[in-house]
């Protein structure tokens, strides 16, 4: 018990601080804030599986916008992949790999040659993409989401001091017993 309420704290800590140097205004376009409910959504992945938004509710979850012609995003993955997916996969976590607008075999093609091993899920006419960015928003963004469906971490491009602070918000915030 007392473990559990020590992690609270430091959960609380470490997201009230990380709330404190982005509460201002996101100007890297999104539309949607730490602390705002995740938009409702539908992803299929590669292999089928279908993820909502209310079948993630318990999860701590990050959606990773990318696309098979971004530069930015095929840097980011292989850290996705061995600092995020492969150090968190075994907590209730998820990583859903969301490649806007390109079609499931172009998106497989991609997965395979990313060498990455989480999820991946198309996301035609990038709806899911477009409920929580601006039009014409750059793609590569993670979208860190708690338990409960909020969303708890932003991040835009690929900063390593910005990488640092999701792994160490994703790392607060699966550790609970």
């Given at each position: 018990m007392k473990a559990k309420h020590l992690y609270l704290l430091a959960s609380s800590w470490l997201l009230a601080g990380l709330n404190a140097s982005f509460a201002q205004v996101?100007?890297?376009?999104?539309?949607?804030?730490?602390g705002d409910e995740m938009p409702d959504f539908v992803l299929h992945d590669l292999a089928g599986n279908t993820y909502t938004k209310s079948s993630l509710i318990g999860t701590?979850?990050?959606?990773?916008?990318?696309a098979s012609w971004c530069r930015?995003?095929?840097?980011?993955?292989?850290?996705?992949?061995?600092?995020v997916w492969q150090s968190f996969q075994n907590r209730p976590?998820?990583?859903?790999?969301?490649?806007?607008?390109?079609?499931?075999?172009?998106?497989?093609?991609?997965?395979?040659?990313?060498?990455?091993?989480?999820?991946?899920?198309?996301?035609?006419?990038?709806?899911?993409?477009?409920?929580?960015?601006?039009?014409?928003?750059?793609?590569?963004?993670?979208?860190?989401?708690?338990?409960?469906?909020?969303?708890?971490?932003?991040?835009?491009?690929?900063?390593?001091?910005?990488?640092s602070q999701m792994i160490d918000v994703i790392d607060a915030m699966t550790s609970a017993k």
């Open positions: 996101d100007s890297r376009g999104f539309t949607v804030q730490m701590t979850y990050v959606l990773q916008f990318t930015v995003c095929r840097a980011e993955m292989p850290h996705l992949e061995s600092e976590f998820l990583l859903l790999g969301v490649d806007l607008d390109e079609p499931h075999d172009k998106v497989a093609a991609f997965s395979e040659r990313m060498g990455v091993t989480y999820p991946m899920c198309p996301d035609p006419g990038g709806q899911v993409f477009y409920s929580i960015a601006e039009p014409k928003a750059g793609v590569t963004r993670n979208v860190v989401v708690d338990r409960s469906g909020r969303i708890a971490m932003l991040t835009r491009l690929f900063d390593e001091e910005e990488f």
